[in-house]
């Protein structure tokens, strides 16, 4: 999800490829040309987040660019989604109503959820670069220090390594510093309500998101007014959607409330328990180093089932891949990574399936790798 501030611009457009595959997963970000910054990273270049400030009732768009629209209180839509959360979740009707009612269309929000140009090459080696560099270091190495009681516990109870989770809050908001600086609420009731023409319709997605968004906030207290997060609606430290929130969002801290926008410790918790509920095997290996197969015939054989770990090491050197002395010992399935590098030669990775668990809290292998690679450089510094 979500990226820094201090680095250096990241192209929009090539951010957003296959950001519909994310969408499944936690948060929104993407994976593109360069990779694919995170759903804050895309906020990152569009003005600085607000922070606090536009809890009032009378806020309109204060934190978005772009004008807003009217609010949806009235549409026929909105209106239908207060009945369902009233007799589904017992939320009562005025209390829905109330807040979409200030829910504002917002043109940037529609704008962002296009996709971008095609044509953009993808980039390995670059989008390493904006990831991995030494201010993101510091920061996880300064993350890692106040949060290390809180992954300690972490990793003795979910067996993710401490540099793994510190490294996905790094890439999604550089540890807090960019969390998004749209109102959540208007973010989902525009891609729920008036997703823009031109694209794979996701409103169904969105609008389910948005009931979730609200079954969060009335269980926590909060004003859902008052909640920021990217333009896909992801909130906090790990950028989770809210229905990820709800489903694996955990108070680490034992407070009552599961915090991801302030308390590091529920961020840290939630990552790890995310990561475990999607396949995360304590002590296994994310990745192997790989020489691809010669044969084209083999290696699209391998490629195939994409980043989906589907090939044991020995079927591996079957189809002629060469893996290393660590990688012919793998005890389980494997998947041929390939990243692409401009126009310089493409990279090979084979990711295990905890290479594919990182993918599940976005889907790229772009994503991934920035995470591992992040993560390695974290491990060696500390
Ligand atoms: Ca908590």
């Known amino acids: 999800m979500v990226a820094p501030s201090t680095g250096p611009a990241l192209p929009e457009a090539p951010a957003r490829r296959r950001w519909l595959r994310k969408l499944a997963g936690v948060t929104a970000s993407w994976t593109a040309a360069l990779g694919i910054p995170c759903l804050a990273m895309a ?84 989008y390493r670069e904006r990831f991995v560099e030494p201010q993101r270091v510091a920061g996880g190495l300064d993350f890692w220090a106040a949060q290390a009681a809180w992954l300690e516990r972490a990793t003795a109870r979910w067996g993710v390594p401490p540099e793994i989770v510190v490294a996905i809050v790094g890439i999604e908001t550089f540890y807090g510093r960019i969390v998004g600086s749209f109102r959540v609420i208007d973010a989902l009731s525009t891609l729920a309500f008036d997703f823009p023409p031109g694209r794979r319709d996701r409103s169904a997605f969105f609008r389910d998101e948005l009931a979730q968004f609200l079954r969060w906030c009335h ?79 083999d290696r699209a054989a391998l490629l195939a089932p994409d980043i989906v770990p589907s090939f044991t090491a020995a079927q591996f050197v079957e189809r002629g891949a060469r893996l290393d002395t660590a990688g012919l010992a793998h005890d389980g399935l494997l998947a041929l990574v390939e990243l692409e590098n401009g126009g310089a030669p493409r990279s090979f990775v084979a990711g295990s399936t905890n290479f594919y668990a990182i993918t599940r809290y976005n889907w790229s292998s772009y994503y991934a790798m920035a995470v591992i690679s992040l993560a390695e450089a974290l491990r060696a510094a500390r």
Not at 64 to 72: A, D, E, I, N
Not at 263 to 273: I, L, M, P, R, Y
């Open 43 to 126: 906020n990152v270049q569009r003005g600085r987040p607000e922070g606090a400030g536009i809890a009032g009732r009378a806020a309109t768009t204060t934190g978005q660019k772009g004008p807003g629209g009217p609010p949806f209180g009235l549409h026929p839509a909105a209106r239908a989604l207060t009945g369902e959360l009233a007799s589904q979740h017992g939320i009562e009707v005025q209390w829905s109503l109330q807040a979409l009612a200030h829910a504002r269309r917002v043109a940037t929000v529609r704008r962002l959820v296009m996709p971008p140009p095609a044509g953009v090459p993808k980039n390995w080696q670059a």
């Open 219 to 297: 269980r926590e207290r909060l004003d859902p007014l008052t909640p920021l997060g990217s333009y896909a609606g992801a909130i906090g430290l790990p950028q989770f959607m809210p229905s990820s929130i709800l489903r694996f969002g955990v108070d680490f801290d034992g407070d009552g409330h599961v915090d991801l926008r302030t308390s590091g410790a529920d961020t840290v918790g939630s990552v790890a328990n995310y990561l475990a509920a999607f396949g995360w095997t304590p002590g296994l290996p994310t990745h192997h180093a790989v020489q691809p197969p010669d044969d084209p015939a």
